[in-house]
């Protein structure tokens, strides 16, 4: 695997550690600012808002540039708004702020799951993404709880200067490493590039993309309340938890990583069906302590072990569609991560109870799995229409 493509994961460590910490960093936030805990919480809002529109966006605005510099701009952009983040003493600007760091962050994903399938033959563009993938996993263990330590002992603002100080040497080694390359506008128009986006099979398997993130999301944001009041743990417990499902997703990265390139499709979907199983036994024996750890740790793995692979299987449909191929395929993750959270939440709203979250998530992975159903009836549409096409 090329040396820079690890260099992609350190940069997406430090964004997913600034795109989760600030679950940890609220109240002192709205302290230090002088606003509710409300307004604090929108921080995280704006956010993942940005992620979703920022992800076609930006890479619409990046196509006419080659990869490093693309890269290496976004990056700048984002290390810069953190460092502006952590001088602040206004809230606007704060969420200014991160409103274009998720801009930056979304550019930045769209341009590094291209270039690291790019850079690593054919037979290996899975494992590649899940390195770039991985840097997300890596957050949950360390970033954010490291984040949140940060926050406690010396405040907010330490966490901003920190996921600063992380991204200059992934910006040092991204410029010195990623090929300069062409414009990856080369050969196809933005509008043929739409046209791509419009086929039916890649839609459903964006869509497939989007429920797995958000049954995966879901239950992550409320795992911390489930242990607590249906497992029986005390609130000491909850960081071993939570590290737990974030070993079990680096797990994941790095073994599905290994295998999806030899048959992408099968542990695609034997993924997925393991997933819906895995979030319906969750649900049904969360009460028992052994049973609660084992299956954090295992839906972690299967969770984010599956999700390399829907995003390999988006760049495989979309490789007409250079630019916008990991715009689209990083606007379905985060989309999953905002709508999972908010449907759990509506769930326990409800007074379903703190397992609901657990239920929503398989519900999630059924409709997944249904849309999977669909998939091979399209194919056969799509094929069918071709050959009825007369021959000029």
């Known amino acids: 695997m090329p040396f820079a493509v690890y260099m992609l994961g350190l940069a997406v460590f430090a964004q997913g550690t600034s795109e989760f910490m600030l679950s940890g960093l609220i109240p002192g936030i709205a302290g230090d600012l002088h606003v509710s805990i409300a307004a604090a919480g929108l921080l995280t809002s704006a956010f993942a808002i940005g992620m979703v529109i920022g992800a076609p966006l930006m890479a619409l605005l990046s196509r006419r540039w080659p990869q490093r510099r693309a890269l290496v701009i976004f990056l700048c952009v984002f290390a810069a708004v953190h460092v502006i983040g952590a001088l602040t003493p206004s809230y606007g600007v704060l969420l200014a702020t991160r409103v274009?760091?998720?801009?930056?962050?979304?550019?930045?994903?769209?341009?590094?799951?291209?270039?690291?399938?790019?850079?690593?033959?054919?037979?290996?563009?899975?494992r590649a993404t899940s390195v770039v993938v991985g840097g997300v996993t890596i957050a949950c263990v360390a970033g954010v709880p490291a984040g949140a330590l940060l926050g406690e002992q010396w405040g907010w603002r330490s966490a901003f200067w920190a996921v600063a100080a992380v991204s200059v040497p992934a910006i040092i080694a991204i410029a010195r490493t990623i090929p300069e390359g062409r414009p990856r506008s080369t050969g196809t128009s933005a509008r043929g590039e739409l046209r791509v986006l419009t086929s039916r099979e890649l839609l459903l398997t964006l869509l497939m993309s989007t429920l797995v993130q958000g049954a995966t999301f879901c239950t992550f944001t409320y795992l911390a309340l489930l242990v607590t009041n249906v497992t029986g743990f005390g609130p000491g417990w909850v960081p071993a938890v939570l590290a737990l499902f974030g070993l079990g997703s680096f797990a994941g990265v790095t073994v599905g990583g290994r295998l999806i390139d030899a048959r992408p499709v099968t542990l695609m979907m034997a993924g997925m069906a393991s997933l819906a199983v895995g979030w319906t036994v969750l649900a049904l024996t969360a009460g028992n302590p052994v049973a609660a750890i084992m299956l954090v740790f295992i839906q972690g793995m299967l969770s984010f072990g599956t999700g390399p692979a829907l995003i390999s299987r988006?760049?495989?449909?979309?490789?007409?569609?250079?630019?916008?191929?990991?715009?689209?395929?990083?606007?379905?993750?985060?989309?999953?991560?905002?709508?999972?959270?908010?449907?759990?939440?509506?769930?326990?709203?409800?007074?379903?109870?703190?397992?609901?979250?657990?239920?929503?998530?398989?519900?999630?992975?059924?409709?997944?799995?249904?849309?999977?159903?669909?998939?091979?009836?399209?194919?056969?549409?799509?094929?069918?229409?071709?050959?009825e096409i007369p021959a000029a």
């Not at 703190?354 to 669909?374: H, K, Q, Y």
């Open 314 to 387: 988006v760049l495989h449909l979309a490789a007409d569609a250079p630019t916008l191929a990991g715009g689209s395929a990083t606007a379905a993750f985060n989309v999953g991560a905002t709508i999972g959270p908010w449907f759990g939440g509506l769930a326990i709203g409800a007074g379903f109870g703190f397992r609901s979250p657990v239920w929503v998530s398989a519900l999630l992975m059924v409709l997944a799995l249904a849309a999977a159903g669909v998939v091979p009836v399209v194919r056969r549409a799509s094929a069918r229409g071709r050959e």
């Open 100 to 126: 274009v760091g998720a801009l930056a962050n979304a550019g930045f994903w769209a341009v590094a799951l291209a270039a690291a399938v790019g850079m690593v033959d054919p037979n290996a563009r899975a």
